[in-house]
């Protein structure tokens, strides 16, 4: 006989642990995912060449081209010291991190909105973004970026009243993602500002002095030491002083490094997918292709942006509460600081993909639309798997491209 204590065990142990389930689910899914045909392309893609070479060129003392910060290549570099130097060692570190995208994003909503069902609808909808998906599979460092900046986030939610605790591991966090591609300084920005500014309106000088000094030491701090393996390792970096010199020019050189590409694309083009840009396109045979389409979800896309603009009406804003108002809020800012930076960065060259943290944004407001409207998302979900054959490079005939290349401008 069955004893049914076993079972009563199980449901309240399951009960007590039903928050850490849901948030593996919502990395283990999408990591498998990402994870699943990640050697289908043997070569490099896109600028994987030039990564992957300078994770090699890191540690040793032939000479280095520091265009990027060096966090994103000391992971990618990990990954191929514990997999090899094979597809898999290069990329796999990225397969993390987009998985950790769609945790965060859970995470996010859960906590504006303090709602499962917005904060699933919006890890559906991140799921099923096919720009994730192609900077999850590639070793690039935007993925790094993005992680790291949505991690900062979920941590320093609500940019008030922080504890020293969430403050410090979100100043970390912020460090990280400007310690894997500068325009990391795009989200840490603005989210440091509005921090500031309620610590100095809430606190008396001298608490906001600590807690200015906190936040600004541990992300500083956090920054300037991912630097230290490259001063163990290499002549021609002496010291941390060495390296606080060296970053004007170092970002002075970065804004000059231009070659002009047929894909590049303008800010302005990127919210509503005018030139999406292919990482990879290769003939297999005489009749089929792989290609990795870097495309996002135009459901997604678009629905993200009307979401964006609906909040501004005021008969239905009437309607929200204070909560939800200043999720809003909190979107719009950095939305708009993610997209719109890229024209103050004095940056001659630009690709969709620097699209990435703004589209990983949309879900946070659009789930909240879509509460209980499950076919409209079941049907943006369905949009962004429509694409996964040319975003995940399976080889497919040469005469099927226009099925998902719907513009001149798509191919």
Known sequence: MKSPILPKQLAQGLERHRDLIEYAFWFFIPWFGFLIGIQRIQG????????ISETFRLFSNNQLLMNHPPLGKILIRTGILIFGHNPLGWRISATVFGAICVTATYA??????????VAHTAAFLTFSNGLLWSMARVGMLDIFCSGFSLLAVWKLLPLRNLSFKDLGWGAVFLGAACASKWNGALVAGPICAVIFYHSFR??????FLKTFAWASI??????????????????????IFFVVQKHSDWIESHAKFATEHDYMSAPHQWPTIIQ???????????????????????????????????????????TWNSRDVWAHRLAIMLWFSAWAGWYVIPRQIEFFYYYLFSSLVLPWVLAKFLEVRWKWTLAIVLMGFFFYPVVTGLELPENSIGIWAWLDRWT
């Open 108 to 117: 996010i909503a859960r906590k504006l909105y303090d709602s499962k069902k």
């Open 44 to 51: 490099t893609i896109f600028d994987e060449y030039h990564y």
């Open 218 to 239: 541990l992300l500083l701090g956090t920054y300037l030491s991912t630097y230290f393996p490259l001063i163990l390792a290499r002549a021609d970096f002496p010291s």
């Open 276 to 318: 999406p840009i292919w990482l990879y396109f290769q003939k297999v045979s005489p009749t089929s292709f792989r290609g990795v389409f870097c495309v996002g979800n135009p459901a997604l896309f678009l629905l993200g942006l009307v979401a964006l603009g609906a909040g501004f009406i005021p008969k239905l804003r009437s």
């Open 202 to 207: 809430d606190q008396n000088p001298r608490q």
